[in-house]
T-cell receptor, first 110, second 115 residues
Framework: EDKVVQSPLSLVVHEGDTVTLNCSYEVTNFRSLLWYKQEKKAPTFLFMLTSSGIEKKSGRLSSILDKKELFSILNITATQTGDSAIYLCAVPGTASKLTFGTGTRLQVTL | GAVVSQHPSWVICKSGTSVKIECRSLDFQATTMFWYRQFPKQSLMLMATSNEGSKATYEQGVEKDKFLINHASLTLSTLTVTSAHPEDSSFYIC???????????FGPGTRLTVL
């Protein structure tokens, strides 16, 4: 059974801090690892990672995958209150069904 | 990323009526779409996998006669909640898988309230 574990479960930081969110996975046939941000609505897509060691970057967010150690990290630099959300990590498995981690709830305070 | 739309965004209906929710992939073709529901402060729960041109595959515990899914084209899947009851009130979210299923893009969700 595919498995995704995220840590920490919850995090409170001050605006301007840098945060690192972790995701480890076990999947039978790895295709990709996905990061999403969920605020009050549906998850919005952040990154798709397929290759080890290649950093994906979008503004203050970046992510990297290690296929040998089976984990990924999501970094957010210079955090803002608008970054407050649940960050979900997921891997597609059989029939493209996603296995999600529990999510990391990030709260950025002033 | 790719765009997936849902319509309507919000619907309120009376108990016993049926409600149809549409999910469209706007800029790519999706042979596979998924329907989820989410209760407040809970995780996404997969309801069914919708495959273009074939019957949907439902997760255990999801009534296929209550939640009718039709995937008539590569860009449109619909979920009909039949004879809705207050306990069906929830946030319904669809997603569309890209080619080979490497990634999925979510629609913005439909909030259903059944009175």
């Amino acid at each position: 059974e595919d498995k995704v574990v995220q840590s920490p479960l919850s995090l409170v930081v001050h605006e301007g801090d840098t945060v690192t969110l972790n995701c480890s996975y076990e999947v039978t046939n790895f295709r990709s690892l996905l990061w999403y941000k969920q605020e009050k609505k549906a998850p919005t897509f952040l990154f798709m990672l397929t290759s080890s060691g290649i950093e994906k970057k979008s503004g203050r967010l970046s992510s990297i995958l290690d296929k040998k150690e089976l984990f990924s990290i999501l970094n957010i630099t210079a955090t803002q209150t608008g970054d407050s959300a649940i960050y979900l990590c997921a891997v597609p498995g059989t029939a493209s069904k996603l296995t999600f981690g529990t999510g990391t709830r990030l709260q950025v305070t002033l | 990323g790719a765009v997936v739309s849902q319509h309507p965004s919000w619907v309120i209906c009376k108990s016993g009526t049926s409600v149809k929710i549409e999910c469209r992939s706007l800029d790519f073709q999706a042979t596979t779409m998924f329907w989820y529901r989410q209760f407040p402060k809970q995780s996404l729960m997969l309801m069914a996998t919708s495959n273009e041109g074939s019957k949907a595959t439902y997760e255990q515990g999801v009534e296929k006669d209550k939640f009718l899914i039709n995937h008539a084209s590569l860009t449109l899947s619909t979920l009909t909640v039949t004879s809705a009851h207050p306990e069906d009130s929830s946030f319904y979210i669809c997603s569309a898988a890209s080619d080979l299923g490497y990634t999925q893009y979510f629609g913005p969700g439909t909030r259903l309230t059944v009175l």
